[in-house]
């Protein structure tokens, strides 16, 4: 008989029944055909993220979804054909929000289990989340995700369960769920506001500290920067949202103290009542002194990111704060963008060039680093350093500060 052992700590990561997917993208207005497949490449990592394996993509050009069925007929019959050819395929994932009618369409034809970006984006935080935090957090945006569907989900149920006699019973038992959903979400987010009063007093007890947030799109390096910065052991894996919960440590550069905070990372097409739910851990960002934005400058679309990054910030109405911009992964842009034949001093004069492009480009400071290979990290303390100090000028402008 197998061992069973009990409170042992979940893997977090690569789920073992891994499920086959069909990923589905829609070439809208003012979209090319490039960038929906980067889209899709996104798409893909949260899939396997979440624990599904994609055979193929679909991608098709239309002005606006279809109403009904978002993507077209023709469209749709070809991805119906080959779901029935690949058995193995139990999942299609549109890149793209579906509402409940188009969802209980889409399975009627497909005959597999049907889920959007928004939706698989909270199946990997709910799988992600550790603390109560974080969950009440993912319950709360699954609520609110599910609350304007539940009439499209219900139709669906009705006919399943054969129609006749259930229509009625069906409206009430939407109003009923409806009223539940209501009410859990109203509980939920009372529930949120007296973890934020916890958090607030916490924050308020960490004293007169200098604060710095990491901020930054998912799967950019911030957790493995954390943990050489701070010498701590934050999760971090080559996953997207690896972090949730907001990890704060006080860390001291020589004399000087300060605060170093890790947050959830961002990402495009970010469901926004995900954003809402977790604007209470993310005053982390908001009521800090500087940003760490750290960008992976190895990706193809890293300004994207940074665009994506700075709306997001811009959403949840976090004013001008000072700045860094971390590129990391500078081994990674070298080995993909660099000619191994390329002489020393001109791979140098081109980061240098590429440095201040980017430096005139997005008007802020900005320094080059490797995290994973521990490249120019002593340079990037010394940057910090230089400003949290004059942070805490700025702030005790008439103290000589003593720690």
Do not use: C
Not at 59 to 86: C, H, S, W
Not at 255 to 261: A, D, E, G, K, V
Not at 309 to 333: A, C, R, S
């Amino acid at each position: 008989m197998a061992e069973i052992s009990l409170n042992s700590n979940k893997k977090v990561g690569f789920r073992p029944n891994t499920e086959k997917a069909v990923l589905i993208g829609l070439v809208q207005e003012n979209q090319t055909v490039a960038q929906v497949e980067e889209y899709l490449d996104e798409l893909q990592f949260l899939a396997v993220t979440a624990g599904a394996w994609s055979l193929k993509r679909f991608v098709q050009k239309m002005d606006r979804p279809d109403p009904k069925t978002f993507i077209g007929k023709g469209k749709l019959e070809e991805v119906a054909r080959y779901i029935e050819a690949n058995e193995e395929v139990t999942l299609a994932i549109f890149d793209d929000d579906l509402t409940g009618k188009q969802v209980s369409i889409l399975e009627e034809a497909l005959k597999v289990k049907i889920i959007d970006r928004s939706s698989l984006i909270l199946d990997i935080f709910a799988s992600r989340a550790q603390t109560a935090q974080a969950k009440t957090q993912v319950e709360l945006a699954q609520m609110q995700y599910l609350l304007p569907r539940l009439r499209g989900l219900w139709t669906h149920l009705e006919r399943q369960r054969g129609g006749i006699g259930m229509r009625g019973p069906g409206e009430q038992e939407i109003e009923t769920d409806r009223r539940i959903v209501k009410d859990r979400i109203s509980l939920l987010k009372k529930k949120l506001e007296k973890i934020d009063q916890q958090n607030l007093t916490q924050r308020k007890n960490r004293g007169e500290l200098i604060r710095v947030a990491l901020v930054g799109y998912t799967n950019v390096g911030k957790s493995t920067l954390m943990n050489l910065l701070s010498k701590s052991e934050v999760f971090a894996e080559n996953r997207l949202f690896a972090t949730l919960d907001t990890t704060v440590r006080k860390v001291v550069f020589d004399t000087t103290p300060f605060l170093l905070s890790d947050t959830v990372g961002f990402i495009r097409k970010l469901p926004h009542h995900l954003i809402e739910s977790f604007k209470s851990t993310l005053d982390e960002v908001r009521e800090s002194d500087i940003l760490l934005h750290v960008v992976d400058i190895a990706h193809s679309n890293y300004e994207e990111h940074i665009h994506t990054v700075n709306e997001t910030l811009k959403e949840m109405k976090i004013g001008e704060k000072p700045t860094l911009l971390i590129f990391n992964k500078m081994d990674l842009y070298r080995t993909r963008y660099f000619d191994d034949f390329l002489d020393p001093v001109t791979r140098v004069e081109l980061e240098e060039s590429l440095q201040q492009n980017l430096k005139n480009q997005f008007e802020v400071d900005n320094i080059f680093i490797s995290a994973q290979e521990k490249e120019n990290i002593e340079m990037l303390k010394h940057r910090l350093k230089t400003i949290v100090e004059t942070q805490y000028k700025i702030r005790y402008p008439y103290q000589v500060r003593t720690w």
